[in-house]
């Protein structure tokens, strides 16, 4: 991974824009939309910016500009100039408050707005709503699901496909509550094997992606790749062993290697 994707709060607060032209209008549209409120050079100085954006046509002013605002400790992103970035700006799709990012870390803006175009046809415009109806529900969750594991494989089971609250279903955001009070079985503690058949991820049958992303922790032969690995949930435990313990722990367990 190149970067670290982070979603960064910005109502309310000044943003450095320098530069003229649709570049620089593109930039300013996007802080607006964002919340927020676009400063010159000095005003940015003297209200304490964090984040500026430089859209100079010429290359000699754009990196003396960025060289300057690099030296107030701003966090910089320079138009058509990925070199001088210290972040870069990605293609969105927007449902708010969902939001999918896609960045190709400044090698082409083309094909991440081809990704978003396809992505824009794929997600419903009622994202945003199941959204804004599971954080109303978060006192609900709690109180059904007090341990964290048994509320997370809940959700996970909810939000399938095929599930009540099926991202790409009919109606999700209006079935949280009868969800919420509906009776659910317990898949218990389990151990899954999944045999690989490459070191390619694209070669993971849709199932055994969806094993990955679900599982509390992935017991792995250590010829397994990283990039493997990384299809699991980021906070899922990976333990590099020759075969699982006999009591592989609570939740989905994955015995992971080579067929």
């Given amino acids: 991974m190149h970067s670290l994707p982070i979603f960064v709060d910005l109502r309310g607060r000044p943003v450095v824009l320098l530069g003229e032209g649709e570049a620089a209008e593109a930039k300013r549209r996007l802080i607006v939309r964002a919340g927020g409120r676009p400063?010159?050079?000095?005003?940015?100085?003297?209200?304490?910016?964090?984040?500026?954006?430089?859209?100079?046509?010429?290359?000699?002013?754009?990196?003396?500009?960025?060289?300057?605002?690099?030296?107030?400790?701003?966090?910089?992103?320079?138009?058509?100039?990925?070199?001088?970035?210290?972040?870069?700006?990605?293609?969105?799709?927007?449902?708010?408050?969902?939001?999918?990012?896609?960045?190709?870390?400044?090698?082409?803006?083309?094909?991440?707005?081809?990704?978003?175009?396809?992505?824009?046809?794929?997600?419903?415009?009622?994202?945003?709503?199941?959204?804004?109806?599971?954080?109303r529900a978060r006192g609900a969750l709690r109180r059904?699901?007090?341990?964290?594991?048994?509320?997370?494989?809940?959700?996970?089971?909810?939000?399938?496909?095929?599930?009540?609250?099926?991202?790409?279903?009919?109606?999700?955001?209006?079935?949280?509550?009868?969800?919420?009070?509906?009776?659910?079985?317990d898949d218990g503690d389990r151990m899954v094997m999944v045999r690989l058949r490459s070191s390619d991820p694209d070669d993971l049958t849709l199932g055994e992606a969806r094993l990955l992303g679900q599982a509390d922790r992935l017991y792995h032969r250590r010829d397994v790749p990283h990039a493997i690995l990384a299809r699991a949930r980021a906070d899922a435990a990976r333990i590099a062993c020759a075969a699982p313990p006999a009591a592989p722990g609570p939740g989905l367990s994955i015995d992971l290697g080579f067929a």
């Fill in 39 to 135: 400063v010159g050079e000095t005003e940015g100085e003297d209200s304490g910016a964090r984040f500026g954006f430089v859209a100079c046509a010429d290359e000699a002013e754009a990196m003396a500009a960025a060289a300057r605002l690099k030296a107030r400790g701003l966090i910089v992103n320079v138009a058509d100039r990925p070199a001088l970035c210290d972040f870069t700006l990605p293609a969105i799709v927007d449902r708010d408050p969902v939001l999918v990012a896609i960045g190709t870390g400044g090698r082409s803006a083309g094909l991440a707005k081809a990704l978003r175009q396809r992505l824009e046809t794929l997600l419903p415009s009622g994202l945003g709503m199941l959204a804004e109806a599971l954080f």
């Fill in 144 to 185: 059904r699901w007090p341990d964290a594991d048994g509320r997370r494989r809940a959700i996970d089971a909810g939000l399938a496909e095929g599930g009540p609250l099926d991202p790409f279903g009919d109606g999700a955001a209006d079935a949280v509550d009868r969800w919420l009070a509906a009776d659910h079985a």
